[in-house]
Structure formats: C-alpha cells, structure tokens
C-alpha cells in the first residue's frame, strides 16, 4: 500500500498504532534501572553477588539488538502488520514472565523475550511509515516514531520508580500487559494487512550468525563497573569471538544466494554514509548518558537521582530535536539536516570540554542574556542528536529497495546501538589510561607521617584537589574527542545525497 492507494487519515491511524508499539517498547528499555533495588531485595541476591543483577540489564539489551536485523527482514517477507502483531505478542509474554519470576535466571528469560519483542517494533514501524508515505513525505513521519521512541527512553525510568512506589516493581511489567494488548487491537484494525508482492526470503543463516556476532559484542562490551576497569572479566574473549563469527557472516553473505542485504539494488554509498553517521550519532548518545552522570556524581556531590534530575536537561531535547528533525528534512532534505545535527551536537560538546568542577555556578553570557551553562550545554547536544534520527533513517530507506526495507531500517538501528557500545568502551578506556596516568605518582596521605593535623589536612586536600583534577580533565578530554567523532559523523552525512541524486 502507497501514499496514493490509502487515505491521510488511514495512514495516520496505521503509524499512530506503530508509534504507540514503539512508545511502549521503548518505555522498557532503562525502566529497569530504577528498580534494582527493589528486585534485588525480593529476591534477596546478596549483597556480595550483586554480578547477578547485571544480565536483568543485559539481557533486553541482548534481544534488542541480536534478532533486529533478522526480524527487520521477516517484515519484508510476512508483511508489516504480521510483525507487529507477533512482537506485540512476544511482548506481552515477556512481560508476564518478568512479572512473575521468582528467580534471577527466570527473571532474565523474560528481559531476553522483551527484548528481542521491543526491538523490532522501532525498524518495522520505521519500514511501515515508508511503505504509506512517499520519499518527499516520509521523514516527518519518521521523525515522529523517532520522537515516540526518544520519548519513551526519557519516560522509562520516571514511569518504572512512580509504578514501583505505588505497587511493587513486579506492577510495571503487569501494566504492560493490557498496553500491549490495547496496541494489538489498534494495530489490528488499522495497519494494512496486505503481504509484499513479491515475499522475500529470509537469511535464517546470515541472521543467525550476525545476531551472535551482536549479541557477544553487546555482553562483551557490557561493563557492570565501569567506573574501575574497561572491560569486564569475560570481555576480551567474548569480544574475540564476536569477530570470528563476524568473519564467518561476511564469508556466508558473499556466497550465499539469499542474503540479509542484497546489495545489488541498494545504493551503497548512501546506505554505508547513514550506517556511518548513525555509529558516531551512538557514541556521542552514551557518552552522554554515561559520563555527564559520572561526571555528576564524582565531582557535583550529586547522587543517582540528582544525576538523572541533570540529565533530564537532555534527555527531554533528544525528543523535540527528533521531530523537529523530521520536519524540518522533509522540506530541506536528508543530508544538509543530518550534517547540521552532527555539528550542533559537536558544538556542544565542545562547550562541554570546557567545564569546571563549578560548572553549575558558571553562566553562559551571551548578549543581554545570562544563561545556565551546564543546562544549555546539554540542551544543544540533546538537540543536535535528536536531529539526525529521522533524516538517516529516512536516507538509509530511500538508498534500499521497497522489498529491503525492515532489514535496511533495522540496520540503522543496530547501528546506533553498536556505537553506543563501541563508543563508551573505547572512550572509557582512553579516559582511564589519562586518569591512571594523572594519579600514578600520587601518594595518599597516611595520618602519623605528618608532625600536625593541620599539616595532614592539608597534604589530604591537596590530593583531594589532584584526583578531582586527574577525573575532570578524564571528563573533559573525553567530550573534546567526542566533539571531533560527531564532526566525523556529519563529514559522513554529507555522502548520504540528495533525493535529486538517486
């Protein structure tokens, strides 16, 4: 079906009922973060194996990204609405398995099952929009399911503490039960349900190996104490493995006769620009999340709440950035809008780089006005990583066939994801190796070698004052590199192309 064989508001009502999968899938996403502590006393873990909350975290993020690319292709063979339909479904089991599991490994289960539901439902309503809107269109459309979906990252965590304090973390995951059936039925009753022409095949091998790749590269790369080591224990070996089995997906998709992408009718140099610019688009998305909170709690005094009250600054931008980005490229284009979004958000984390240890007290002065500088800074990176969503999205559709298009948005997707993963790991170990560098030659005051308690207090504040030092340069060398990463995403944005040029 095509913008011309269904009327506005039919289309308006069949993206609606996606955008509200999506919201819903996205609302799961961190909303686990704000109850660990409540599952960690329920099923009473003990306090010396806290490693066994990690693959709760783990777990969704696993799904996510391991059956995308696999269950993006499945759209294009079974049709839009099947897809939906079944990861709502998949969706709601998770969720009843979640809620309730009276063991951490059951409890995991159900994380894996919504994971791998939730995400697929962002590249199938992506590849939907595209099938009801036209090239010139599609982009504000897609802008909206990217603002459900930004939208829903920034709720998941206020939604999951309110739900918890009012009826135990176990009433987050009963709630989703009627929501998923609710977009069910307005899926149902408002997608179309006609199959593509011509069904594509599905890659069963190509996907399977590429969804093992991911998944060790995300349980490789996942660091539960990022704070005092770069990789965890079983990184380095997960990590080897990942790139053995990448090789092995390569060899088969340069052989085999069905593939995860056909490249034979895709414009690669559009597509791979897109892919690119989304890689560094997650960089610069986790840098944010990770070290402005660390960043909050190391050198600001704040705890997690505190730090999450700092992050809303962004995390409510990253929305409002994603629709406006989607309108906004529906009349100027893919390129120019992306290119300008990489360069807004290295703008401010430039400004960024510039941060003390007062930051908060610091003003930005500009002409008559005197603003926040801290609120400001993070209000244009959220801004700026918000514009790109929907115009690579929209890139990466348009350089793909009709036929291609759930695995081509699922790829952009999984793109993202894996440069949030890549992203923080390599950043981290580069900040790491500064702050070891820093402190190395610093020795920690021992009370009896001073004559004085006011000679230990002072030997005390003076390695105090280094070590928060040695931590903000950490900080500020880290968003000055990602400055120059998101420089490198917009040079990348500019190979996507025009509509004229395809």
């Given at each position: 079906m095509t913008e011309v064989g269904t009327t506005r508001r039919a289309r308006s009502v069949a993206i609606g009922a996606g955008g509200l999968a999506v919201l819903l899938g996205a609302l799961d996403t961190y909303v686990v973060i704000g109850l660990l502590r409540q599952i960690i006393e329920d099923l009473q873990i003990p306090v010396n194996r806290l490693e066994q909350v990690t693959p709760i975290v783990t777990g969704y993020?696993?799904?996510?990204?391991?059956?995308?690319?696999?269950?993006?292709?499945?759209?294009?063979?079974?049709?839009?609405?099947?897809?939906?339909?079944?990861?709502?479904?998949?969706?709601?089991?998770?969720?009843?398995?979640?809620?309730?599991?009276?063991?951490?490994?059951?409890?995991?289960?159900?994380?894996?099952?919504?994971g791998i539901a939730g995400g697929a439902l962002l590249p199938v309503t992506m590849a939907l929009a595209a099938d009801l809107w036209s090239e010139r269109r599609r982009a504000t459309v897609l802008g909206a399911v990217g603002g459900a979906q930004e939208l829903g990252s920034v709720l998941g965590p206020v939604y999951g503490i309110a739900l918890a304090a009012l009826a135990g973390w176990r009433s987050v995951f009963w709630v989703n039960v009627p929501l998923a059936l609710l977009a069910m039925v307005a899926v149902y009753f408002s997608v179309p349900g006609n199959r593509p022409a011509e069904r594509a095949k599905?890659?069963?091998?190509?996907?399977?190996?590429?969804?093992i790749a991911l998944g060790m590269l995300v349980v490789g790369l996942y660091n539960p104490n990022p704070r005092e080591q770069v990789l965890p224990s079983w990184g380095l070996p997960l990590?080897?493995?990942?790139?053995?089995?990448?090789?092995?997906?390569?060899?088969?998709?340069?052989?085999?006769?069905?593939?995860?992408?056909?490249p034979t009718h895709v414009r690669m140099r559009p597509f791979l620009a897109a892919l690119g610019t989304s890689i560094a688009a997650g960089a610069a998305l986790m840098v944010t999340l990770v070290d402005v909170d660390l960043f909050s709690q190391?050198?600001?005094?704040?705890?997690?709440?505190?730090?999450?009250?700092?992050?809303?600054?962004?995390?409510?931008?990253?929305?409002?950035?994603?629709?406006?980005?989607?309108?906004?490229?529906?009349?100027?284009?893919?390129?120019?809008v992306a290119f300008v979004g990489m360069l807004v958000a290295g703008a401010g984390f430039l400004l960024m780089?510039?941060?003390?240890?007062?930051?908060?007290?610091?003003?930005?002065?500009l002409g008559p006005l005197t603003l926040p500088r801290l609120d400001t800074d993070l209000v244009i990176v959220g801004l700026g990583l918000g514009l790109v969503i929907a115009p690579l999205s929209s890139a990466v559709l348009r350089a793909a066939p009709p036929e291609q298009h759930g695995v081509a948005s699922a790829g952009v997707v999984v793109a993202r994801m894996t440069?949030?993963?890549?992203?923080?790991?390599?950043?981290?170990?580069?900040?790491?190796?500064?702050?070891?560098?820093?402190?190395?030659?610093?020795?920690?005051?021992?009370?009896?070698l001073y004559p004085s308690d006011a000679a230990y207090e002072t030997a005390l504040g003076d390695y105090v004052g280094a070590v928060k030092n040695a931590l903000l340069t950490q900080y500020t060398e880290i968003f000055l590199i990602t400055s120059v990463v998101c420089a490198a995403g917009a040079a990348l944005?500019?190979?996507?192309?025009?509509?004229?040029?395809?």
């Open positions: 993020l696993l799904g996510y990204v391991a059956a995308m690319p696999l269950l993006g292709q499945a759209s294009d063979r079974f049709g839009r609405k099947t897809l939906l339909q079944a990861c709502l479904a998949g969706f709601l089991v998770g969720s009843v398995l979640t809620a309730v599991a009276g063991s951490v490994p059951l409890l995991v289960v159900g994380r894996v099952v919504l599905v890659d069963l091998v190509g996907g399977g190996l590429l969804a990590l080897i493995v990942a790139a053995v089995v990448f090789v092995l997906f390569l060899l088969w998709e340069s052989r085999a006769k069905t593939r995860l992408l056909d190391t050198l600001l005094g704040r705890d997690d709440q505190g730090s999450v009250e700092l992050l809303l600054r962004f995390l409510v931008a990253l929305p409002v950035g994603a629709i406006a980005g989607g309108f906004v490229a529906s009349r100027a284009g893919e390129r120019s780089s510039g941060w003390t240890a007062d930051v908060l007290s610091t003003p930005h002065e440069g949030m993963l890549v992203g923080i790991a390599a950043l981290s170990a580069w900040g790491l190796h500064r702050f070891h560098s820093m402190t190395a030659s610093l020795d920690v005051p021992i009370r009896v944005a500019l190979l996507i192309g025009s509509r004229r040029g395809h």
